[in-house]
Nanobody
């Protein structure tokens, strides 16, 4: 079992920045590929970013390329999402997820999920 707890969400003006954190506990963090997804009201959960278990490979959705960065610290058992140049359309609940079977942009590939943190971007 892996427990994931997100933090760092909040209210920010368009053009601002936030850094989300996801702290993991339980089984060895470095055994898991990690990702961030988001879900806006009335919409399906969508892929945002993923990072391999070593941190050597990262993947970003086209909608956030050039603005968001995913990183991880295996020593701290934490994955981060740095969000810059935020737009109102980035407003959503952001979830981190852990996969034992490789990085993916599909929700069904992930074994464990956090409870989510709200990000609201005002125009």
């Amino acid at each position: 079992q892996v427990q994931l707890v997100e933090s760092g969400g909040g209210l920010v003006q368009a053009g601002g920045s936030l850094r989300l954190s996801c702290a993991a506990s339980g089984r060895t963090f470095s055994s898991y590929d990690m990702a961030w997804f988001r879900q806006a009201p009335g919409k399906e959960r969508e892929f945002v970013a993923a990072i391999s278990r070593s941190g050597g490979s990262t993947y970003l959705a086209d909608s956030v390329k050039g603005r968001f960065t995913i990183s991880r610290s295996n020593a701290k058992a934490t994955v981060y999402l740095q969000m810059n140049s935020l737009k109102p359309e980035d407003t959503a609940v952001y979830y981190c997820a852990a996969a034992s079977s490789g990085t993916s942009s599909y929700t069904y590939s992930y074994d464990y999920w956090g409870q989510g943190t709200q990000v609201t971007v005002s125009s």
